[in-house]
């Protein structure tokens, strides 16, 4: 099922560098998520939404930005990336509180 | 704060064997918990949660408030099980959802 869309699905880039990943959904769930997945420490929350312009956020946040500007848009922004940024990052959304998640494909991003 | 421990990152049974993931939660509230599960060049996809109560695949859990539990339990393993499988916990933070995940056991069924 789409739903939910993540682009790009691969990225490489370099030290420094600003990179936005983009999350789109066409469900017009509330909330959206940014999570990093990474051997030995599992998913990772980065930031949240619970609606447009309401964001928080999560464990990991130090070195990415977000913005929710609309509802069925959720990017995520390295503003410099670093080494340790490199890692397979997910989007999920949710209809509400108590709904499970659904996920996108993951974007795959190395930072050389 | 909300915490979810697995404790196990790798687990290998055979074929026909019983499975039993473990989960395990801190939360001060009423907890909504999940398992989802990720198959290999699949995205995370839910497997089952606590309050349907439900058998997804002959994958039962049952949530045991005294001992903030929430194993994954089969009671025969098959190939096809061979995944990830992340508990996840739904709690609510500054007003907001929250959920947080575990970290992960990776299921071997051995044939």
């Known amino acids: 099922d789409a739903g939910i869309t993540q682009s790009p699905r691969y990225k490489i880039t370099e030290t420094g560098r600003q990179v936005t990943l983009m999350c789109h959904q066409t469900?017009?769930?509330?909330?959206m998520f940014w999570y990093r997945q990474d051997l030995g420490h599992g998913l990772r929350l980065i930031y949240y939404?619970?609606?447009?312009?309401?964001?928080d956020k999560g464990e990991v946040p130090d070195g990415y930005v977000v913005s929710r500007s609309k509802t069925e848009n959720f990017p995520l922004t390295l503003e410099s990336a670093t080494r340790s940024q490199t890692s397979v990052y997910f989007c999920a959304i949710s209809r509400d509180e108590a709904s499970p998640l659904h996920f996108g494909n993951g974007t795959r991003l190395t930072v050389t | 704060a909300q915490r979810v421990t697995q404790p196990e990152k790798l687990l290998s049974v055979f074929k026909g064997a019983p499975v039993e993931l473990k989960c395990n939660y801190s939360y001060s509230g009423s907890p909504e918990l999940f398992w989802y599960v990720q198959y290999s060049r699949q995205r995370l996809q839910l497997l089952l949660r606590h309050i349907s109560r439900e058998s997804i695949k002959g994958f039962t859990a049952d949530l045991n408030k005294g001992e903030t539990s929430f194993h994954l339990k089969k009671p025969f393993a098959q190939e096809e099980d061979s995944a990830m499988y992340y508990c996840?916990?739904?709690?609510?933070?500054?007003?907001?959802?929250?959920?947080?995940f575990g970290t992960g056991t990776k299921l071997q069924v051995i044939p």
């Open positions: 469900w017009s769930h509330s909330y």
């Open positions: 996840a916990l739904s709690g609510h933070s500054g007003g907001y959802q929250k959920v947080t």
């Open positions: 939404s619970a609606a447009a312009d309401i964001t």
